[in-house]
Nanobody, 126 residues
Framework: QVQLVESGGGLVQAGGALRLSCVASERTFSSYLMGWFRQGLGKEREFVAAISVGGGSRYYGDSVKGRFTISRDNGKNTVYLQMNSLKPEDTAVYYC???????????????????WGQGTQVTVSS
């Protein structure tokens, strides 16, 4: 059982930046594909970013490309999401998720992620 705990959310003005962190309890963290998803009020869950087990492959949703960066530190069992140039439409609850590493080809499919954090709220004011 992998426990994921997100932090770093908050209120920021448009154009600002935030960095989200997600710490995993599992010692085999380095074997998991890690992803970030978000869900705005009344909206469907949306893929944000994913990173392969070793960090060599990174993927982004179209709406965040060029503004967000995902990274991981396997020594600290932590995955990060650096969010720059934030827009009001980025307002959502952001979730960290873990999937077996062999699901890399399904990085944007939330059904392949079997461990989820509790979520952290990000609010971007205009």
């Amino acid at each position: 059982q992998v426990q994921l705990v997100e932090s770093g959310g908050g209120l920021v003005q448009a154009g600002g930046a935030l960095r989200l962190s997600c710490v995993a309890s599992e010692r085999t963290f380095s074997s998991y594909l890690m992803g970030w998803f978000r869900q705005g009020l009344g909206k469907e869950r949306e893929f944000v970013a994913a990173i392969s087990v070793g960090g060599g492959s990174r993927y982004y949703g179209d709406s965040v490309k060029g503004r967000f960066t995902i990274s991981r530190d396997n020594g600290k069992n932590t995955v990060y999401l650096q969010m720059n140039s934030l827009k009001p439409e980025d307002t959502a609850v952001y979730y960290c998720a873990a999937a077996p590493g062999y699901y890399l080809g399904y990085y944007s499919d939330y059904e392949k992620y079997n461990y989820w954090g509790q979520g952290t709220q990000v609010t971007v004011s205009s």
